[in-house]
């Protein structure tokens, strides 16, 4: 028997009754579970295996999947579900995390970012955009693409006044180094100050800060075709939504 809490990223039905889904785990990271009959009526299992349920669970091994034989729910946060733009976010959140990490790899600090996400998450009711460029910051930094926003990722020229935003390098590109770079995006001082700030300010301080909505909608668009590119994908279901309600 396998303990450890964990947080279901996506649920999907199988035959009949019963449900495979995505949990990120604590101790195990990213695992396939098979939920039989998770969809009776009164299965059990049935607050445990909805996505966003935060449970403790312990788990046996099969050979493609893993069972649940026991669960306690640490925290439904059900309050996601109580607001539109929560429950958006929250969709993003699962989908980017189910879609970029490796399956069975123990990362503690992306469950934990998972966790204080989806707990800030519960009880937000403005400022959105800078929440999900600051989980998207923080997110991006855990795999291991934190950008590079300190210098040119070229030459290290500091001199970033006139820099842009490479996509394939990761970071900022100085106006000596255009000519190597053909994907950029266009940076200003606002937006490097915005983005700097969004990366190393925790999630439940947010409000702290105040960044110019044009300049939000600038970072995340830089930001989104960076964590696309570096996760190795054309798109996200739930990219589009988001956007919506962005715009
Ligand atoms: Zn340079």
Redesign the pocket.
Known sequence: MLRTEGIVLNEMRFKETSKILNIYTKRFGRINVMARGAYRPRSKLIAHTQSFSYSEYEFYRGRSFYYINEASVVESFYDIREKIERVICGFYILELINNSTPEEEQNERIFLLLEKSLRTLAGLNMDFLKFIIAFELKYISFLGYRPHIE???????KDILN?RFSISGGG???????H?DNRTKNMDRDMWKGMYELLYIPLDKLSHICISRDSLIKIQSILEDYILYSIDRKELNSLNLLKSIFN
């Open positions: 210098s040119c990722v070229y030459c290290g020229n820099a900022l590109i100085c106006s000596n180094c255009f190597m």
